[in-house]
């Protein structure tokens, strides 16, 4: 029996969908999100994996036509790409180098210093920043663009009726390459996209049908587990998610995104979050109590 979520009359949907899933109130769930928002700029979405049906939002608006640079939250796409194109060994240990400047970005990892050497699992475990700009680069321009908007990142979501499709450029060198695969630099998605390209990786996960990706969907959990994305964390359910940090487009401030799913094991629901002021483990954080309330309430049948 699947979990029910709090869905109440909830309307089906298809990913395929010509038109997008109604939203569906979820009382317990919008109140959790509404806690949880509260006094903090951004936008908090929450999903059925299986319908596409919304079961909370707060600021729906801004999460269909906010553009931003996703950060790190990309990082299971290019590895994914790169292990299905057979141009990455998930098994190989590459060395975190500290500190790291890629073109006039400074890229320096804050994973616990004692990281020195990651496979794929752990380079998305602890977003280690070294790993994916040194395996990026066995990419072309042209395959990093196309995995990406293979990924949806320049297409709306279909989530909603009305909203804005991100932009993705062609990288003009190495350095752009690197920051683009890093999600700093030379892409821009809508918190509603990013949603739904972690609600097809949950299906993906659902169906058993994750393959040679494996390693990126358990550095994904272990993320939660034990990694950047641990203030996410609810004892007695397994999740999966990445944090994002990116700056702002006036730079003065970064901002945070969240995107993950539970649970881990045959993802229900899925959400995203976006701060308009703070880092991927803040946004993490604010995830962690409907993650929770899930976990306690969403059993129901």
Do not use: W
């Amino acid at each position: 029996m699947r979990f029910a979520l709090f869905l109440g009359l909830a309307i089906s949907g298809s990913l395929l969908a010509s038109k997008p899933p109604q939203a569906t109130a979820s009382p317990d769930l919008q109140a959790e999100v509404d806690r949880a928002m509260a006094s903090r700029p951004g936008s908090f979405v929450v999903v059925d994996v299986v319908s596409g049906t919304i079961l909370a939002a707060h600021n729906l608006k801004l999460a269909a036509s906010r553009l931003e640079s996703p950060g790190s939250t990309v990082k299971p796409f290019v590895l994914m790409a790169l292990l299905d194109s057979g141009k990455l060994d998930a098994k190989q240990r590459l060395i975190c180098r500290r500190p790291l400047k890629i073109g006039n970005a400074q890229m320096d990892c804050t994973h616990p210093v004692q990281i020195a050497e990651l496979d794929a699992t752990g380079a998305i475990a602890y977003s280690c920043n070294s790993y994916v700009s040194e395996v990026a680069a066995r990419l072309t321009n042209t395959e990093l663009v196309e995995l990406l908007r293979r990924a949806g990142f320049d297409s709306p979501s279909k989530l909603v009726a009305h909203e804005a499709s991100g932009r993705i450029t062609l990288p003009s060198d190495l350095a752009n390459l690197q920051l683009e695969a890093l999600g700093y630099r030379g892409i821009e998605v809508t918190p509603l996209e990013l949603l739904q390209a972690y609600r097809k990786l949950a299906l993906r996960k659902r169906s058993s049908e994750i393959g040679m990706d494996a390693p990126v969907f358990l550095g994904l959990e272990s993320s939660i587990a034990f990694g950047m994305a641990h203030a996410a964390n609810v004892d007695g359910m397994n999740i999966a998610g990445k944090t994002g940090t990116a700056p702002s487009r006036n730079a003065r401030y970064s901002h945070g995104f969240f995107a993950g799913y539970a649970p881990a094991d045959k993802p229900e629901i899925a959400l995203v979050v976006f701060l308009e002021q703070g880092r991927g483990a803040d946004a993490a954080a604010v995830a962690q109590p409907v993650f929770d309330a899930f976990a306690k309430h969403g059993n129901k049948h």
